[in-house]
């Protein structure tokens, strides 16, 4: 299967060819999931990172969507969870051209949004975060908004969080602490 660019109002040119997409496993092809469709636990969990990474939701009538893009530099990890996703989205990843005023110049970005199904709608941010990160959702939200430090470790960007939406000790006694063990 073949990654073909949408006729979105920022696309850049076609990318056709561009990158080879293997088959799911499952057999659903995106048109034949209905609003009975559910999400696996890898799929939750993933979603649960991304959504307090870069990934973002838009409810509808139907449900909610989930939206996810990263920079060209990122588009592996991006099809990665494009590869996740795969069975509730109708189109592939777009190519996506935005001005930054900042800096003079134009970034590139891949991005992609799935149907707007219910089984979405319990992905949100819960006001007790800490029950529903796991090795998955942590490592996800590292590779959104976390980097590596040079001498070891970590680190998460959680900027646009208010100090109460933060709850550091939590994260910090229960995901980091039970998870990314520095034993042997």
Known sequence: MIIYKGRGRNNVGPAEGLFEVPR?????EPMQTNGNATLTN????????????????ISGKN??????????????????????????????????????????????????RTMALPCFNPLRIHPSIGCFLTEISLAHWIM????????????????????DEQLLNELTAKCIGEFLSLTN
């Open 24 to 28: 799911k496993d499952t057999g659903n």
């Open 42 to 57: 890898a799929q939750f969990e993933a979603g649960v990172g991304i959504l307090l990474g870069d990934g973002g939701m």
């Open 63 to 112: 449900g909610s969507a989930l939206l996810f893009g990263q920079s060209t530099i990122h588009t592996l990890y991006l099809l990665f969870v494009f590869g996740l996703f795969f069975d509730y989205c109708l189109t592939f990843p777009n190519l996506t051209c935005i001005w930054d005023h900042r800096y003079n110049h134009y970034n590139y970005l891949w991005q992609f």
């Open 144 to 163: 959104c908004d976390g980097g590596k430090i040079l001498r070891g470790g970590v680190f998460l960007d959680t900027f646009s969080f208010t100090i």
